[in-house]
Antibody, heavy 121, light 107 residues
Framework: QVQLQESGPGLVKPSQTLSLTCTVSGGSISSGGYYWSWIRQHPGKGLEWIGYIYDSGSTYYNPSLKSRVTISVDTSKNQFSLKLSSMTAADTAVYYC?????????????WGQGTLVTVSS | DIQMTQSPSSLSASVGDRVTITCRASQSISSYLNWYQQKPGKAPKLLIYAASYLQSGVPSRFSGSGSGTDFTLTISSLQPEDFATYYCQQSYSTPYSFGQGTKLEIK
């Protein structure tokens, strides 16, 4: 059973860059066919898909965040990462990493527990 | 971008009730629709994919239907563990998007 675990700072200052890592266990991130994704949830609000990295390194980002987002993968560590620049209070949210897989259509079938990131000086 | 709208936003019901939650897409998404359940402090859990397929391990009291722009999630007989927030999500095109959620509360 694949498990995902986010790690990173819980507090970021305005204008700084957020760096989060998702460690994948129970399976290889290199096995192919998966959309390694980041999704966030503002406090008390709904879910917002940030983007994914797929197989060989193809990425797709939500246009609403595209200018500030980078998702990358480190196969040697079985991890993928999120960088979000120019953080503001509006970026305060719980950040989830998730595995997307095609089961007829793309579904997010495995999620990390989530990590709360607060933007404050 | 495709907008997903759920109704109602909240719903009070009793154990044993039959409950239906609706999700509407801003354009046709065929059957590219998933449903998730989220409990407080937890990550979402996949319940239904491709509009009507039950994810492995999910109780059969959950069912989904619809295609095009209108979809429903039905819980045939509510159990205490079903009180949670439910989200629909479209996988028809990127950026993938979620509904705003329906909070199911105990009456």
């Amino acid at each position: 059973q694949v498990q995902l675990q986010e790690s990173g700072p819980g507090l970021v200052k305005p204008s700084q860059t957020l760096s989060l890592t998702c460690t994948v266990s129970g399976g290889s991130i290199s096995s192919g066919g998966y959309y390694w994704s980041w999704i966030r949830q503002h406090p008390g609000k709904g879910l917002e898909w940030i983007g994914y990295i797929y197989d060989s390194g193809s990425t797709y980002y939500n246009p609403s965040l595209k200018s500030r987002v980078t998702i990358s993968v480190d196969t040697s560590k079985n991890q993928f990462s999120l960088k979000l620049s120019s953080m503001t209070a509006a970026d305060t949210a719980v950040y989830y990493c998730a595995r997307g897989v095609v089961t007829i259509i793309v579904v997010f079938d495995n999620w990390g527990q989530g990590t709360l990131v607060t933007v404050s000086s | 971008d495709i907008q997903m709208t759920q109704s109602p936003s909240s719903l009070s019901a009793s154990v044993g009730d039959r409950v239906t939650i609706t999700c509407r897409a801003s354009q046709s998404i065929s059957s590219y629709l998933n449903w998730y359940q989220q409990k407080p402090g937890k990550a979402p859990k996949l319940l239904i994919y491709a509009a009507s397929y039950l994810q492995s391990g999910v109780p059969s009291r959950f069912s989904g239907s619809g295609s095009g722009t209108d979809f429903t999630l039905t819980i045939s007989s509510l159990q205490p563990e079903d009180f949670a927030t439910y989200y629909c999500q479209q996988s028809y095109s990127t950026p993938y998007s979620f509904g705003q959620g329906t909070k199911l509360e105990i009456k």
